[in-house]
């Protein structure tokens, strides 16, 4: 794969924290109630413009194991200038929207408790955290995601130079709720249904969209999608391009903490006119107007999940814009 033009856009793995990365971690927390927790987290894939060149997404993708968490917090109140998403995936094949978890993020003003598969969607300027991973009950996908080629931010400790937008407090709803609106629980199908006249075999794999989001579901999002591969053989979408930056996920659900990265199938996909196997979890990034497409998946005997984000509003077919 070296050698392909592509391979380049295949993250395969994290980012360390450098020194000053982590002073800045211990500057934040300084005078905060220490962290008492049994939930241990495997940092799982990484990706910025440090990790791929030209990436116009931050995200990073975490494994949670079963604990508890007592007292302190892993986050601190702060502000982007950008859209963030902050996503928790169950792992449960019998109830995949239901977490068997609970998780506490303050939002604005608000103390929100998550026990279903979702997204947060945090426009910019909106405050949030702290994060506090309460109770996990088994193996959990989290992330924190954003269509900017490096992370930042403004917390009520570290002040940044770059000016924060206004975000206006929501009007209440009508469970008297401000912020439960950027808690996003549902799928919704982005791509049209296949045209039954042209398919040739229905798929053989067993699937479950989980979550997704775009402008329609929560106003100024981005385009999300999560979906779980259960089992079978798959062929997903013919060749194809946007007008905008896009990028593919695949995350093998672990048997142990040992085995956290390997994906059990052969899972495969194009890239322009190169073929690139997908081995363990990866994160693709796939420049704007670069075809890619289809992706194979064969033989998969333990679940993997796939998920597409887009650099757009609303996801379209063939660059056609909305």
């Known amino acids: 794969m070296t050698n392909l033009r592509y391979a380049k856009n295949i993250v395969i793995d994290t980012k360390e924290y450098n020194p000053e990365d982590i002073a800045k971690m211990q500057e934040m927390m300084k005078g905060k109630p220490p962290v008492k927790t049994t939930v241990d987290i495997t940092r799982l894939l990484w990706m910025d413009d440090s990790k791929v060149e030209g990436a116009s997404f931050y995200m990073e993708c975490i494994w949670l194991w079963p604990g508890v968490t007592t007292s302190g917090t892993t986050e601190e109140p702060h502000v982007h200038d950008f859209t963030e998403v902050i996503g928790f995936i169950s792992t449960d094949p019998a109830n995949p929207h239901d977490l068997d978890a609970r998780m506490e993020i303050i939002l604005g003003d608000e103390t929100h408790f998550l026990t279903k598969s979702c997204l947060v969607h945090v426009p910019p300027g909106m405050k949030h955290c702290p994060l506090t991973f309460r109770e996990v009950n088994r193996p959990t996908f989290f992330f924190t995601l954003a269509p900017i080629s490096r992370y930042g931010r403004e917390s009520e400790t570290i002040k940044s130079a770059q000016p924060i937008p206004e975000f206006k407090t929501p009007p209440k709803d009508a469970n008297g709720s401000r912020y439960a609106r950027y808690i996003i629980t549902n799928p919704k199908r982005h791509v049209p ?119 757009t509003t609303l996801w379209t077919e063939q660059g056609k814009k909305k």
């Open 193 to 311: 249904p296949p045209d039954k006249s042209k398919t040739a075999a229905p798929p053989k794999a067993k699937t479950t969209q989980i979550v997704s989001l775009d402008s329609d579901v929560s106003p100024d999002a981005f385009y999300v999608d999560f979906v779980w591969i259960w089992s079978g053989d798959m062929k997903m979408a013919a060749p194809h391009s946007h007008d905008w930056d896009e990028m593919i996920g695949f995350a093998g659900l672990p048997e142990n903490k040992d085995n956290s990265r390997a994906i059990n199938g052969n899972v495969s996909i194009k890239l322009g006119d190169e073929v690139h196997d997908i081995k363990q979890s990866s994160l693709v990034f796939v420049p704007k107007n670069v075809s890619h497409c289809p992706i194979q998946m064969k033989g998969i005997k333990t679940p993997m999940l796939l998920f597409t984000i887009g650099n």
